[in-house]
């Protein structure tokens, strides 16, 4: 059982709270539905520890600011929904390329374009993962309950820092407006992670010279180290690189990432571990799913919720070891078939059948659906 | 090698990669005057999109942030907000600055944000090759205007005044002395600095508008062409005559915004602690 304060609050207001307390103290977000409860806690909040909430432009300075923050000295946030996701694009190959740890909040709203902006979806994935030009790699972490809204935005910031990277939180309009029971843990009790910082004087320091885990230490701006950050290819000491030091940065910038998954993959799994049928869901979705598991056990029907919690990189081995045993799996989201895009690289064995329940449209699936989809489509 | 190349300049960084006979290597001479006669160096926090102009900051051996085209401003917000003891400098060009990062001009100068933007106006898309910019005087004929620019140009300084910044002056690459007093002023100017370096191209604008790659055609084209004067109320009669007036036009106090944001926390947390929220 946790222990802490207890409140009931919506995954957005979680989401601040957290927030707060893995030490933020830059944000920088412009208003959008149903993401600005974000901004509008920071502008409430952040004054009262002597950080600073900015309401940008648009939701390209938001970014930028937010990166530059981050080598200011500051952990920084930023918080959207999916038009301001697409503005939020070449900053998220920015704070990628200028290693600077920080957290983008992605509250999913229905797409393409301006979409359907008081309603849910689950459209963004491919986007979260691919949407800024060229390679680079960062993490995604999928919520879809307001106490993993408030875990995860500390764990964005700890992966952030850990990593130096961009860590992506891809809530949608559900976990975002929902109240719930969240259990706040005191500040002494969270474990908390700061980015690596030199450890040799500025004659010394190489800017870009990762140590053995992928990761260079970075000192904050005006601490003397006087370093050049350019958002271009680089090489160790900060020049533009040239095609050899390109290869070795881009590879580098994936590798810190995708080597260390292990570190940081998440999958659970709700009902019977060995049922031979598994939903698998991200998101809000798997509070349908489970409710579906547990309508099931009431029929003496055994079934599985696959939950993918950390769905950048793709965690292929996790999702393996989690799906064992499955015969039919079935991969329920709010899109048209990302997910089971992933699903279908990952489990190649013929007898394993795939199948993708999806719901689009800003229509939240109902538990008796996954039911009468398993008897339909039998 | 310039005793202040010696004690500023990146050595490992060099040679510049600006054509020769640019004036942004003339510009980093100017400002690293003014620095060193402030003694600010250590406080710089030097920010940068892409373009010409963008490399004026990363020769410079200072904490340096080099971003995206059109972003320096942003990320000039986040550097200042983040300790504002920082002397923040954005080098920006005509397109960086004024076509896809105008917008951020627009806000960073109503907030009067303390930090200083230097705007390098070449007339041109210089690195990307001789495209037109909104800078660009209507009839010149560029890459992307074969048969003649039919835009009107923007005017920076006149921008930076309606949206608020508090000191505006425009240089040239032909005035350096003027220019590096200048630089004094706004490193030195409590809130948002705007300063418009006139500079000559004569590998894109000098070849293709003004009709000569010549470096010292360029300049003399500068000094024929900008008009130093001492009273901004003048600034209609020489554009009247088709030349473009230098000088301030406008140095004034107001509020600067981290200062606000300061003071406003502190009323915010004296209130909270009294139980109330306003």
């Not at chain 1, 709270?17 to 509008?40: D, H, K, M, V």
Request: proline share 6%; hydrophobic share 40%.
């Amino acid at each position: 059982m946790k222990k802490g304060r207890i409140k009931v609050m919506q995954g957005n207001e979680a989401c601040v709270e957290a927030a707060l307390l893995a030490g933020c103290r830059f944000f920088a977000g412009y208003p959008i539905t149903p993401a600005s409860e974000i901004l509008e806690g920071m502008a409430r909040r952040l004054p009262l520890v002597d950080g600073f909430c900015l309401q940008a432009e648009d939701e390209i300075a938001a970014l930028v600011a937010v990166v530059a923050a981050s080598w200011g000295g500051a952990k920084s946030m930023t918080a959207t929904s999916g038009p301001g996701f697409c503005l939020m694009m070449e900053g998220v190959g920015l704070a990628a390329s200028v290693e600077a740890p920080c957290v983008i909040v992605n509250v999913q709203r229905g797409g393409p374009a301006s979409g359907q902006s008081t309603s849910t979806a689950q459209g963004d994935l491919y986007q979260a993962r691919y949407g800024s030009n060229g390679d680079y790699s960062l993490i995604t972490l999928c919520p879809s309950t307001s106490q993993e809204m408030f875990d995860h935005t500390i764990q964005a910031f700890n992966l952030a820092e850990r990593f130096r990277i961009p860590v992506i939180i891809l809530s949608d309009e559900v976990v975002a407006h929902i109240r719930e029971k969240v259990v706040i843990p005191d500040l002494d009790d969270l474990e908390l992670v700061e980015r690596k910082r030199p450890t040799v004087p500025m004659e010394e320091f190489i800017p870009f010279q990762a140590e053995e885990d992928g990761v260079p230490p970075m000192p904050d701006f005006n601490t003397g180290y006087k370093i050049p950050v350019i958002s271009q290819c680089k090489g160790p000491y900060g020049t533009r690189g040239t095609a050899q030091e390109a290869v070795v940065f881009i590879r580098r910038l994936t590798a810190k990432v995708e080597k260390h998954i292990a570190e940081f993959a998440d999958i659970r799994t709700y009902g019977d571990q060995k049922a031979e049928t598994a939903f698998v869901s991200f998101g809000s979705v798997c509070r349908a799913a489970r409710s579906a598991v547990d309508m099931a056990r009431e029929k003496g029907l055994a079934l599985r919720s696959v939950e993918v919690k950390t769905i950048w990189p793709f965690p292929d081995d996790l999702l393996r070891s989690k799906l064992k045993g499955a015969k039919r799996v079935i991969v329920a989201e709010m899109n048209l078939g990302m997910l089971r895009n992933e699903v279908q690289r990952v489990i190649r064995q013929p007898e394993i059948k795939i199948e993708l329940f999806s719901k689009i449209g800003g229509i939240y699936p109902q538990p008796q659906e996954f039911l009468r989809f398993l008897e339909e489509k039998r | 090698m310039n005793p202040l190349g010696e004690k500023y300049l990146r050595k490992d960084f060099l040679p510049f990669l600006f054509c020769p006979g640019c004036g942004d290597g003339m510009i980093v001479q100017a400002f690293l005057e003014a620095v060193d006669q402030l003694g600010i160096i250590d406080d710089l926090a030097l920010a940068a999109g892409i373009g010409c102009s963008a490399w004026i900051p990363v020769y410079i051996h200072a904490d340096v942030f080099k971003g995206l085209h059109g972003r320096a401003i942003p990320a000039a917000i986040g550097l200042k907000a983040t300790r504002p003891s920082r002397k923040v400098v954005v080098f920006t060009g005509d397109g960086d600055g004024l076509a896809i990062g105008g917008l951020h001009l627009l806000h960073a100068a109503r907030r009067n944000i303390e930090m200083t933007v230097v705007l390098v106006n070449n007339q041109i898309y210089a690195m990307t090759g001789g495209q037109v910019a909104p800078s660009t005087q209507v009839g010149s004929r560029t890459q992307t205007t074969p048969y003649g620019n039919l835009e009107k140009p923007l005017d920076g300084c006149k921008i930076a005044v309606a949206a608020g910044a508090t000191m505006v002056s425009r240089c040239s690459t032909a005035h350096l002395k003027t220019l590096s007093r200048t630089f004094k002023k706004a490193l030195t100017h409590k809130g948002f600095s705007f300063v418009e370096v006139l500079s000559q191209c004569p590998v894109q604008t000098g070849r293709y508008i003004l009709g000569s790659g010549a470096p010292q055609f360029n300049l003399q084209w500068l000094r024929d062409n900008c008009v130093p004067v001492d009273d901004p109320a003048k600034w209609g009669e020489i554009e009247a005559q088709g030349k473009i007036p230098l000088g301030d036009v406008l140095k004034i106090e107001k509020p600067e915004f981290m200062e606000e944001v300061k003071k406003m926390n502190q009323k915010v947390k004296e209130a909270w602690a009294k139980g109330g929220e306003r």
